[in-house]
Antibody, heavy 120, light 110 residues
């Protein structure tokens, strides 16, 4: 199970940190991704943190502003979002890659999502 | 504009077979596995197909996936009203070093 938290309403230019608490599986064995969905729009990939901690990749739209991290001791994934703009308004999902040791495969477990609204 | 191209809508009547296409390029579909997701209104996406044509346990065999070259497709046979949802294809893009999604296809069961 994955449970996101940390969403809310934030002014443009400000920061927000999302958390994704995992349970029921060996968190450290799985790559974890962030995916977002703007209201009424499609799925938009944000970032991945590899299972071994050696690789982090970001969508061009968030590169340099967002940072993904994880604390395996707490089975938690994070997304630090800085310099937020209205275009970042979306439901943010964390998702687990289905196969342990695979960084870029299908996402078999998704959280319920947390809404981030960037507005003045 | 999504990197992967899907038709915005598809429809069929109960019992029919429908297919949803997903077109990409050599840097994404052409060199990586394709995944398909189903998203019911107000819910998180659900993995339907992985590794081009494999179904996770619990996904009915009415759903099938295929890939050829730089295109992939999802087929749904024996269409049911509960299949009405948005469907997304996804894969890794080697040039972008990231996951790319199709724009989504809204399936309507008439």
């Amino acid at each position: 199970q994955l449970v996101e938290s940390g969403g809310g309403v934030v002014q443009p230019g400000r920061s927000l940190r999302l958390s994704c608490a995992a349970s029921g599986f060996t968190f450290s064995s799985y790559a974890m991704h962030w995916v977002r969905q703007a209201p009424g729009k499609g799925l938009d990939w944000v970032a991945v943190f590899s299972y071994d901690g050696n690789n982090k990749y970001y969508a061009d739209s968030v590169k340099g502003r967002f940072t993904v991290s994880r604390d395996n001791s707490k089975s938690t994934l994070y997304l630090q979002m800085n310099s937020l703009t209205a275009e970042d308004t979306a439901v943010y999902y964390c998702a687990r890659v289905a196969v342990a040791g695979d960084n870029m495969g299908g996402f078999d477990i998704w959280g319920q999502g947390t809404m981030v609204t960037v507005s003045s | 504009q999504s990197v992967l191209t899907q038709p915005p809508s598809a429809s069929g009547t109960p019992g029919q077979r429908v297919t949803i296409s997903c077109s990409g390029s050599s840097s994404n579909i052409g060199s990586n596995y394709v995944y398909w997701y189903q998203q019911l209104p107000g819910t998180a996406p659900k993995l339907l197909i992985y590794w081009n044509n494999q179904r996770p346990s619990g996904v009915p065999d009415r759903f099938s996936g295929s890939k050829s070259g730089i295109s992939a497709s999802l087929a749904i046979s024996g269409l049911r009203s509960q299949d009405e949802a948005d469907y997304y294809c996804a894969t890794w893009d080697d040039s972008l070093s990231g996951v790319v999604f199709g724009g989504g296809t809204k399936l309507t069961v008439l």
